[in-house]
């Protein structure tokens, strides 16, 4: 090609240059927004770990039932003969005092609190987006009366309003999932507003109006993408600080009541043996899984910034 | 900058009277009577309880109801001066004021979050700095990761597992209590021991803040023209970084404040809990298990003004401390 090339005029070559760099282009001119933010996060190797941990003790929490019979465990089965007992082959991380397996109420605890969080911060999103977007939307009057609703939302301690919800009216899981998003989409509303007040400046959302566009039109179809990325970020958040909101919750014995086993009221009871040597792993194990589980969902949220809005990245 | 301050004020109030409604109405919503709970023993006539409900202004519209709890009752005929004035009635347990019982656990809670603020905003700060300042070598990524695990540890476990270590298997502090139970005359050293496992596991939420904070704001002031300047002067490294950078990169970390004593009063309930700190925070958890719907009530309004002094404080200390910034 180049030997072929060289035997023609200067000015073909140059032609012929100019066509290869098009060529080029061909490749990254079809990658979409989102293709090219998914290639980033496949690069980004602590992200990428953060989603296999993730991933993992997902499956092994939906597949609780499958993985625990294969064990020989029931989460539910006491056995005060068997109470207290350390990790054994039987019992891979020990006992409670109910002689229940601990490692098959973890899994079992795991799905439970991962779906309140999940579901909670989906119910959040929905709200908020919604409200957030009507904020901007009809401005004026509207706009004042949920900016005032936000403001007094989020200046109640949230633990304060869900110690108080939750005491009152003794909770279910599904609900206590409805309270969370109740209590935490004005974050998200005020994020998703101040977002739409900034792109509705700019000089595509004019060129929109001007071509014709309705604001209805506008509305969903040039600035709802742009808010999305700046949405997710937050998402990833809001799963880690659900989840945590929940074990704290659960902890002070407020939130999902026993025998429903979550990461949080397995913590509470076994705190009452903190002073026995011999009840160590069932203190260790509850909040490693916390930890860990938030912490994956914290560096996940990171890696999404990065990925989806790059120019957040200090 | 003093009608900006002044303008700032006023926002607050329609937000603390929405604070008064939202808790006002969930307490409307919840199942059994007052009257019921406070009259809970055989001898009472249904005439008592009419009585009582009159006297309580229980008998009366919702709205009628929402205006005197809040205001006080402008007829007479009940004694209630009104949160305004800061009644916030009678625990339904002990019977006595709420505003005394919050009075005398407020410095229990005060000095347990002095010393956490102190603690982490020391740590934190200081962590950022050298964060930025090192940038990207292993003492950047040390800190950077620690305060991301420090972000998703839940503090409750970190309390157990710091009691566990130091209290029940070490022997080196107390499991939990402001002060020892079987000394007369504690010295100031039982005061700290008992302070320091309560008042870290608290700060160290905030390290974590702070640092990530710190750090970017440190790195921003890092670049300017005037940092360059002052190297270029020949001032000692510690002086540039102490005096130059860290002044300028503070400015920014006062927004911070706000959401801080949001986190502070929040952690306090949990922590307070697990280390039996006899604070506000306890005192709630205790009222919302025994029902005690009055001091529930006052926590949560005294918890949001806090929390709105907090922002309030924020907005006007940033206009202080940055001349740059005009509001008006």
Redesign the interface.
Known sequence: MTESRTNKPASLNAALAYDDQFEDMEDSKSFSFWRVAFNRILKDRLTMVAITILSIILVASLMAEVINSSLGVDPFDTNLLESLEPPSRTHLLGTDTLGQDQFARLLVAGRISMAISFFGSVFTLVIGITIGMMAAFFGGIVDDIIMWVINTLSSIPALFLLLIVGAIFQISPFWLTVLFAILGWPFIARLVRSNVYSIREREYILASIALGGSSFYTMFRHIMPNVIPIVIIATARTVGNLMLAEAGLSFLGFGVQPPTPTWGNMLTEAQQYIVRSDARHLIVAPGVMITITVLCMFIIGDGLRDALDPRLKK | MTTYIIRRILQAI??II??T???FI?IQ???GDPVQILTFQPGMTSEDRERLRHELCLDRPVVSQYLIWVFGDWTGECEQKGLVRGDFGESFRSRRPVLQMFMERIPATLQLTTFAFLIGGFIGLLLGIISAVYRGLAIDNVSRFFS??F???????FG??L??FFS?QLGWLPVGGRLPINVDEPTIIDRIRHLIMPSIVLGVSWIALMSRYMR?ET?EVINQDYIRTAHAKGLRRTTVYLKHVARNALIPIVTILGPAI?AL??GA??IE??FSWPGIGRM??DA??Q?DIPV?MA??II??IL??LG?LLSDILLVIVDPRIRFD
Do not use: E, H, Y
């Open positions: 329609p937000t929405g604070v409604i939202i808790t969930i919503l919840a199942p991301v695990v972000d998703a540890l839940p503090p409750f476990w157990i597992l009691i566990m029940v970017a790195l949001t009063v929040g309930v949990i809990r697990i709630t958890v919302v298990s029902r529930v926590s949560t918890g949001a929390v709105i922002n």
